[in-house]
């Protein structure tokens, strides 16, 4: 790679061809240099705070509200409020920053496309490039695509409303480096999304909105806030033109959402059940606690108490406040097979109506083809009202600890194993060759649910569990299936396919952070090394 210092302290490892210089144009450059400069710092303090947290949980301590924070928990306020086209969130569809992905999302029958520069996508450099020219060209109108067989794929009138999600804290831009470090990935999204978008988005009645993953403290929602309010101010904006929804997908962040929501209360509109990285999360925050050990993950549903929890915790405390509580992520594909659709959408149908009787605003899909069954759901339960707002949901007995850490019962099963081998595997294979959201086994599959896969495997390995046939989960037993479930995935996929892909590299990568000694935060991070 040929080194490229533009006129900044920022340093660029890539030589800016006719992409690179649409995006990253003079001013775009100084604006984020600024950010870096200012909130870069801060963001190292807080990753070393999180590390200092987990290691108190390591030796023993469990997760648990904080009291001095208490006079924001006891006290009433609400956020500002929430902006005209903001007011109905039903339902949203999430998917990459891909050109086609980003009309046919918008196109959907959906109200928010959630286009995501992080779980969902493979940030090699062109991919993150591309998909800030892909959002300014929707936001323009102007969005096209023309597939090989020369069909045109091109923007309906009023599509959905338009929200990217930046990538989490512990994410960095390796291809920009600030003082010889790379810089927050976060930041990069955030800076190119907003500089190139917000005057055309506030111009059409929308604005400059935001997903905000990972979180795992108020402190680090703070730094956001400060993020936000610095730039509304350097572009001379009101207060409050930057509108934020927090994923709450960690469990260390499930304890702190009435201090979440405070902190950015000038620029939140809600927080989001993240579900699939919550269970991650659980494992991962929990991971020296032989009696939380999860089961296989096929059977850790949201009727099981700590999630049922953890939902309703999250619906009292945002209504409290004016905000809105987004649900979870269906991630079933639809079928061809008539028999297996119906199966699909009964497991949808009966996953949103628990969802909107619990009294979530909205919901999330993977795929446009559930869009249709998931508006019905909500629209029975909404009927002319946009939200729920005014489910309080204040008759229900205080939310303890204990319930959001209730260990979850179910068995672990060696075809549960095996599954999740060839599911880490196969993701881990479309993520390091670029794609961050691959269809497995009917699932519409992005770094969550990965990481659910190959955390359990580690988990079960590190606390010596027994599988349900009698076996003990050892590091050797993990070898062998490896071993044989790879040779399923080569007659699943085929030769051709398998030997062209980078399967190898995979199950390597696989191998290495499922039997490592000490478990690996994120597989995003080793993984991020095999990208261009």
């Keep these: 790679m040929t080194q490229q210092i533009v006129d900044t302290e920022l340093a660029f490892t890539h030589q800016f061809g006719n992409q690179e210089q649409q995006v990253l144009t003079e ?21 070393t705070a999180r590390q200092a947290q987990q290691q108190k949980i390591d030796r023993g301590e469990l997760p648990d509200f904080i009291s001095e924070t208490n006079s924001i928990k006891n ?61 300014r060209d929707a936001v323009n109108g ?81 730094w956001w806030s400060e993020i936000f309010s610095f730039t509304e101010d350097r572009f001379d904006l009101p207060r409050g033109t930057i509108k934020a929804t927090v994923l709450i997908e960690t469990l260390p962040a499930v304890f702190q959402m009435d201090e979440i929501l405070h902190s950015l209360r000038d620029h ?39 999630l049922s929890a953890y939902s309703r915790l999250l619906i009292k405390t945002c209504h409290r406040r004016g905000a809105f509580a987004m649900g979870g992520m269906a991630a079933f594909i639809p079928s061809k097979d008539a028999e297996r659709n119906a199966w699909v959408m009964d497991k949808v149908r009966a996953d949103k109506e628990l969802e909107a009787n619990n009294g979530h605003d909205g919901t999330w ?16 339960v909404l009927g002319e009202r946009s939200n729920q707002l005014e489910v309080t949901r204040s008759q229900d007995e205080p939310i303890t600890a204990a319930q959001l850490l209730e260990p979850c019962p179910g068995e672990r099963t060696e075809e549960g194993m095996r599954a999740n081998i060839r599911v880490a595997v196969q993701y881990i294979e479309a993520w390091i060759s670029g794609n961050g959201c691959v269809p497995i086994y009917g699932l519409m599959e992005d770094a969550a649910t990965a990481e659910i896969s190959r955390t359990s495997i580690w ?3 590190h606390h010596g569990k027994t599988l349900s046939n009698g076996q003990q989960v050892t590091p050797d037993l993990f070898r062998q299936l490896l071993k044989e479930e790879m040779q399923v995935i080569r007659q699943e996929l085929g030769d051709t396919r398998f030997d062209s892909g980078r399967f190898i590299e995979a199950a390597s990568l696989m191998e290495r952070i499922t039997t490592s000694s000490e478990l690996i935060d994120f597989l995003t991070l080793p993984g991020y090394e095999l990208l261009n």
């Design 27 to 47: 001013e775009a450059i100084e604006f984020l240099t600024d950010l870096v400069a200012r909130f870069a710092p801060q963001r190292k303090q807080l990753l």
């Design 459 to 461: 988990q079960w390995i």
């Design 365 to 380: 899909v993977a795929h446009p083809g559930l869009a249709d069954e998931v508006m019905q759901v909500f629209g029975r």
């Design 142 to 222: 102007t969005i096209s695509f023309t597939n090989e067989a020369g069909k045109i794929y091109q923007l309906k009138p009023n599509p959905a409303v338009l929200i990217a999600r930046v990538r989490g804290l512990h994410l960095p831009e390796k291809h920009v480096t600030w003082q010889g470090e790379p810089i927050p990935g976060g930041l990069f999204d955030f800076a190119l999304y907003f500089f190139h978008n917000y005057q055309a988005l506030l111009e059409k009645g929308s604005g400059p909105y935001f997903y905000l993953p990972k979180t795992e403290s108020y402190h680090e929602t703070a």
């Design 75 to 135: 006290s009433d306020w609400k956020i500002r409020g929430i902006p005209r086209d903001l007011q109905d969130r039903r339902v949203e569809i999430t998917g990459p920053v891909e050109r086609k992905m980003v009309i046919n999302a918008l196109n959907a029958n959906v109200k928010v496309f959630m286009a995501d520069f992080e779980d969902s996508l493979a940030p090699n450099w062109d991919k993150v490039i591309e998909g800030q020219i892909n959002l």
């Design 268 to 306: 939140i509109v809600g927080l989001n059940c993240g579900r699939w990285d919550y269970i991650f999360s659980y494992i991962k925050t929990l991971k020296n606690h032989s009696d939380r050990v999860l089961p296989d993950r096929q059977s850790v549903t949201m009727e099981k108490p700590f």
